[in-house]
């Protein structure tokens, strides 16, 4: 059987002269009556394929479902091929972006790209939620076809029997009911509740956070009697976000009895005992008494987490940010500043949550943004809050930005885009560096990730204004160039991009 260098003679020299093989023609599900030349093109790419995979592709022998109409039109060729690259990992990170452009052009990923998308979703959850809506009728029709992409593939849970399903068939079976007919999957919950393994009520309680309603009320009460914490716990979480729910009231008036507000000072008045009252509404003791002074001071976390800012901020008639400096500076201990943290996140409120990155900013001592919660909240802020907040801050500082200070957390976790005014703040303060007049005695490692992440989320217009400035007799300007060159390459191909897929 010829190899790839025989097949390849044999594209330059003719397929009038030789025939390919039958047995190839087979191995490769090649029907033998084709044109030669579209018989050599086809086994050509198939190897090329095979090669690249590692292994020989199997042949195709079940009956393939009728394609589907596609619902978007396909996006043009000069887009296909920027897009390849952003798959293939060229320019990875500018896929969120494609994404959007593709949304607001309402095109779709070429259908040679569908494979590899489809494949991505499968080996990394956190892109399915993103990429799934994004492929069209196309790409769900590629899905049921492949027996590897089956836990991608929706359309078999619709004719799911609830009461013959498995844990993890129902888990998938309510997600999905709770986005068409969420009183529909509620009532199917409530009917089999009692015959739940215990393991499941929990994820199963969190699925109706889809579609939460006040209809949802009773049965979510109800669960707050369960003998699990974490079924306790789902119930009271969802509750508490619910407006106008009992359990949020109840709340607000538990979280009343131990806090007030005295001439601008917090006045703390902590149980002795956990209040019956309080433990039947999903209040955990933390262990058993007597109860030490922070194991009651937990408690009162325990409501400060589950009651919205906008509440606090109205009954002590305080501003946002002035709520942050009253719960850092005089709560009891750090935990009641980050459950007002939490508080922001769960109740949606980007009043607060701006106010939390302000204190952030202005408190360089001010603790509890480094982890998992402050990532999880300067991703919630608002891109007009994250813009304005920085700008506001850079232009009042000069010098390089240090590593360890929140400003440099918060602009190497940010998911927003960065306006051009902040982009050259920020440049400004790394030109200052590599012109070794900012008598600079740290390490500026940390700028390897700010400018990655301003290749990537900077307002492209900005490009012009980033080609000028750099000095190649700044002292340190040869030890960055590759870094400078590839930012300034990533924002030529963003703009690229987005031509392409707008025709702009």
């Not at 097949?7 to 490769?28: C, V």
């Not at 195709?60 to 596609?70: C, I, L, R, S």
């Not at 956190?126 to 769900?140: A, D």
């Not at 919660?373 to 010098?399: H, T």
Request: glycine residues 6%; aromatic residues 8%.
């Amino acid at each position: 059987m010829p190899g790839s260098s025989a097949l390849s003679s044999l594209a330059i020299l003719g397929t009038d002269r030789a025939a390919l093989p039958p047995a190839l023609l087979a191995q490769w599900g090649i029907p033998a009556d084709q044109a030669p030349d579209v018989q050599l093109a086809q086994v050509l790419v198939l190897e090329r394929q095979s090669k690249r995979a590692g292994f020989v592709l199997p042949i195709w022998e079940a009956q393939a479902k009728v394609n589907p109409p596609q619902s978007q039109k396909n996006c043009s060729p000069r887009a296909a091929r920027l897009l390849l690259q952003v798959l293939e990992g060229d320019y990875a990170d500018a896929l969120p972006e494609a994404l959007d452009l593709l949304e607001e052009s309402d095109q779709q990923f070429p259908p040679q790209s569908l494979p590899a998308l489809i494949q991505r979703c499968v080996e990394q959850e956190k892109f399915r939620e993103q990429l799934l809506p994004r492929i069209g009728n196309l790409g769900h029709w590629l899905i049921a076809q492949n027996p590897a992409w089956k836990k991608l593939d929706t359309s078999h849970l619709e004719e799911l029997d609830w009461d013959l399903a498995t844990g993890t068939q129902r888990f998938l079976l309510l997600q999905h009911l709770r986005k068409a007919n969420p009183e529909h999957a509620l009532s199917l919950l409530a009917q089999s509740w009692e015959s739940e393994a215990l393991e499941w009520r929990a994820p199963l309680l969190l699925c109706l956070e889809i579609g939460l309603s006040k209809t949802d009320e009773p049965f979510l009460e109800s669960c707050l009697q369960e003998k699990r914490r974490e079924t306790r716990q789902a119930a009271a979480e969802l509750l508490s976000v619910l407006p106008q729910s009992q359990l949020s009231t109840n709340y607000q008036s538990f979280l009343l009895t131990c806090l007030s507000l005295e001439k601008g000072r917090l006045q703390v008045k902590l149980p002795l005992e956990l209040p019956e009252k309080w433990k039947q509404y999903g209040i955990e003791s933390g262990g058993k008494g007597p109860f030490t002074q922070q194991q009651r001071s937990t408690w009162v976390e325990q409501l400060i987490r589950r009651v919205s800012p906008a509440f606090l901020r109205e009954k002590f008639e305080l501003e946002a940010l002035t709520l942050c400096k009253v719960f850092f500076t005089q709560a009891p201990g750090d935990g009641w500043f980050s459950a007002l943290c939490e508080a922001a996140l769960q109740h949606q409120d980007e009043t607060q949550l701006e106010a939390i990155v302000a204190h952030w900013l202005q408190n360089e001592n001010a603790s509890g943004w480094a982890g998992k919660l402050g990532k999880n909240l300067i991703q919630a802020l608002p891109q007009a809050s994250f813009n304005r907040l920085l700008k506001n801050y850079l232009e009042k500082r000069s010098g390089p930005l240090e590593d360890g200070q929140f400003v440099t957390f918060l602009l190497r976790e940010s998911t927003q885009s960065w306006n051009q005014e902040l982009c050259m703040l920020i440049i400004r303060g790394f030109r200052e560096y590599l012109s070794g007049k900012s008598n600079w005695s740290y390490g500026a490692d940390h700028y390897t990730g700010i400018l990655h992440k301003l290749s990537y989320l900077c307002d492209v217009g900005v490009y012009t204004n980033l080609q000028h400035g750099w000095n190649a007799d700044f002292v340190l300007y040869d030890r960055w160039r590759e870094k400078i060159d590839r930012m300034m390459r990533v924002v030529r191909f963003r703009t690229a991009l987005r031509n392409a897929i707008l025709g702009e």
